[in-house]
């Protein structure tokens, strides 16, 4: 706006100091630079959203990968529960006992181990649920 002014009243035929006249030569030099200055901010405005994006979708594909992994985790607790929740039964300790339909023999002690640990670990369900 000063350099504007300056050429203004240059136009006027109005006197202007050394440093004014220098400052008015540039006129255009200086317009051009201010509108690569704004092209420019432009550029990093469009990088600075597209970071930005990219970094969402990062984070949104982590959660993603942690969720996938807790649900792996719950299943395999899960599955493992159910396994222990089978030595309970009585015709699954005698399939164990006796290494019969398709179980390994287990001696008694380790039977009873298996079903202490099954009651420790496992909860009861309420089958109304």
């Keep these: ?9 240059l ?11 220098e400052a008015v030569e540039k006129y255009d030099e200086v317009v051009h630079n201010l509108e690569f200055a704004k092209e420019l901010q432009k550029t990093f405005s469009g990088l600075s959203q597209d ?3 990219a970094q969402k979708k990062a984070q949104r594909r982590e959660s993603l990968l942690k969720l996938e992994a807790e649900k792996k985790k719950l299943r395999t607790i899960l599955q493992v529960q ?7 039964q009585e015709h699954v300790q005698k399939d164990f006992k006796g290494g019969v339909n398709g179980a390994i023999y287990l001696p ?4 009873d181990y298996l079903i202490r640990f099954a009651k420790l670990t496992c909860p ?3 089958e109304n649920l």
Excluded: M, W
Aim: hydrophobic share 30%.
């Design 51 to 53: 970071l930005l994006k």
């Design 108 to 111: 008694s002690k380790e039977l």
């Design 82 to 88: 159910y396994v222990l929740q089978n030595f309970t």
């Design 1 to 9: 706006l000063k350099l504007e002014d300056y050429k203004d009243r």
């Design 11 to 21: 136009k006027k035929g109005e006197a202007l100091n050394q440093d004014q006249l």
């Design 124 to 126: 009861e369900r309420n």
